[in-house]
């Protein structure tokens, strides 16, 4: 779709109607912070893909959930954090990529030629500390396994039937609660909003 000033305005309200429908026909439960968290929230990104699983091709997908005015790509000092609901086939990517590809700004050149250069993928790259990290899920206790560099953060669990990933930045672990959205028309406010001032990664 043509994004410059000569797009079709048709095109692009279309293109935002399919982007709200994904998330009002989710066929996964999708998650994000209570009452209490009192700044910004919006829908994100969401992915369909196939991929291989034990009974062969499988429908992949992910909804991500945005809270806070920042932006790992474009708003980097400000509270980041994204909740995103995908399959279990995600379980086979390691921790450290989505650190990487969506919880810090993007790497240049010489910082991915480095980052390549003799290391276990499948470790935390350098300067990461690996860990885990009590957050609450719809009020029960959960261990999610951590990777923390400077200010970005995420962590992952695996629930059976689907799994929730963190990724934030500048955005405390603490406390942290995550619960189960029954209301989403507060999260499609804020894109709406959000849309009009920042084309996001997410």
């Known amino acids: 779709m043509e994004t ?3 797009r079709d ?4 309200a279309h293109a935002f109607e399919k982007h709200e429908k994904a998330f009002r026909e989710a066929t996964l439960p999708l998650y994000g912070l209570g009452p209490e ?6 829908i994100g990104g969401y992915e369909f893909w196939e991929s291989e699983g034990t009974g062969g091709n499988s429908a992949g997908r992910e909804y991500g959930m945005v809270h806070g005015d920042g932006h790992p790509d474009l708003l980097l000092d400000l509270p980041y954090l994204r909740i995103v609901t995908s399959t279990t086939d995600v379980l086979d990517s390691p921790l450290r990529s989505v650190l990487e590809s969506e919880a810090e700004p993007p790497a240049g050149p010489e910082e991915i030629e480095r980052a390549n250069a003799g290391e276990e993928w499948d470790g ?6 690996q860990h885990t990290a009590d957050i609450l899920v719809d009020g029960e206790p959960v261990v999610f396994d951590a990777l923390t560099r400077g200010p970005s953060w995420v962590a992952r669990h695996g ?3 689907y799994v929730i990933t963190i990724e934030a930045q500048h955005f405390s672990q603490a406390q942290l609660s995550l619960v189960r959205i029954t209301d989403l028309e507060p999260y499609l406010r804020g894109w ?3 849309r009009a001032t920042l084309r996001p990664r997410s």
């Not at 305005?9 to 692009?12: D, G, H, R, T």
């Not at 968290?37 to 919006?42: A, D, E, F, I, T």
């Not at 935390?124 to 500390?129: I, L, N, Q, R």
């Open 9 to 12: 305005p048709s095109l692009v």
């Open 4 to 6: 410059g000033p000569n």
């Open 37 to 42: 968290w009192r700044g910004s929230r919006s």
């Open 124 to 129: 935390p790259p350098p300067g990461a500390v």
């Open 159 to 161: 629930f059976g039937d």
């Open 192 to 194: 709406r909003e959000r």
